[in-house]
């Protein structure tokens, strides 16, 4: 069958379309649907050692950096990771911090923070714990958390009188014995 072109308001010519039934499609999706549930605690994201970045990054899952970085990091309950290439200049906030490369500046950590022996550690630790391995340079502050601690009620122990009333009188040399010689 021959198709004629077809002319819009403007006098310009263009191919007819087929006149083939022409169905709606659904429109995309914007992407895989991803649930929180779908990460477990060992997978991880890592930037490699050829990868330098400065600025900010935040996450919602485990993270190792092999390579440079200037700036903050904010991982939430996710542990975050230093390998023995990776440098970073900056804060960290994560559960749990090791440090196998340079770091300096702060970490805020929820609970560990593990300074290895390849490490090179200058600046302050937050944490509820922290180890450092022999072999390390560690040149830092570190302040633990404290568990807040139950206060035991206060109990009285009875007690008698504590010093006798004689006991309390200032002693004066008597003056009326003799001494002989």
Do not use: C, W
């Not at 549930?37 to 993270?63: A, D, F, H, V």
């Not at 903050?72 to 900056?90: L, Q, V, Y």
């Not at 390849?118 to 502050?141: H, L, M, P, W």
């Amino acid at each position: 069958m021959l198709k004629r072109p077809k002319k819009d308001e403007n006098n310009t010519s263009y191919p007819a379309a087929d006149t083939a039934e022409v169905k709606p499609t659904t429109p995309p999706t914007p992407g895989p649907n991803v649930s929180p549930e779908r990460y477990t605690s060992e997978e991880k994201t890592t930037i490699g050692e050829r990868i330098t970045i400065e600025g900010s990054i935040r996450g919602e899952e485990n993270l190792a950096i092999e390579g440079a970085m200037k700036g903050n990091i904010e991982m939430g309950k996710h542990n975050f990771s230093i390998g023995p290439n990776g440098r970073i200049d900056g804060e960290i906030q994560a559960q749990n911090v090791t440090i196998n490369g340079q770091f300096k500046g702060t970490i805020k950590a929820l609970g560990k923070v593990a300074v290895t022996k390849k490490a090179d550690f200058n600046g302050e630790i937050k944490a509820k714990s922290f180890s450092v391995e022999d072999g390390a340079y560690f040149k830092g502050v570190v302040e633990l958390d404290r568990e807040p601690h139950k206060q035991p009620a206060a109990t009285e122990i009875p007690r008698g009188p504590s010093i006798p009333e004689a006991a309390k009188k200032p002693i004066v040399p008597r003056t009326d014995v003799k001494v002989e010689k």
